[in-house]
């Protein structure tokens, strides 16, 4: 996906390019550009469900389409220790 403000870089935060991201980010008119939510909430309601029907750790990240280390990740990001716990037990284990 192309940069929503000039069309040519490949878009990143916000969905703007990096030299983009910077000159807004410099007028500070950032907040002018929507914030691209990756779904987090839609994430850690899967792993919930997940959790609860005793699915394996190790499918977790098949499941959810994401790297091990990307969802750990997120679930510390949610403050969800529990839950990244067994993930990056995960993650140390299937070093590849
Ligand atoms: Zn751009």
Do not use: F
Not at 39 to 48: A, G, H, K, M, Y
Not at 60 to 79: I, N, S
């Amino acid at each position: 996906m192309n940069c929503i403000r000039c069309g040519n870089g490949r878009a990143r935060a916000r969905r703007l390019c990096k030299p983009c991201y910077w000159v807004i980010c410099q007028a500070g008119e950032l907040d002018r550009w929507p914030r691209v939510r990756k779904q987090s909430s839609q994430i850690i309601e899967n792993v919930r469900w997940l959790a609860e029907n005793n699915t394996p750790v190790v499918e977790w990240p098949k499941r959810l389409k994401m790297t091990p280390a990307a969802l750990e990740r997120m679930l510390y990001r949610a403050g969800l220790h529990d839950l990244a716990g067994p993930v990056s037990r995960l993650r140390g284990r299937e070093d590849r």
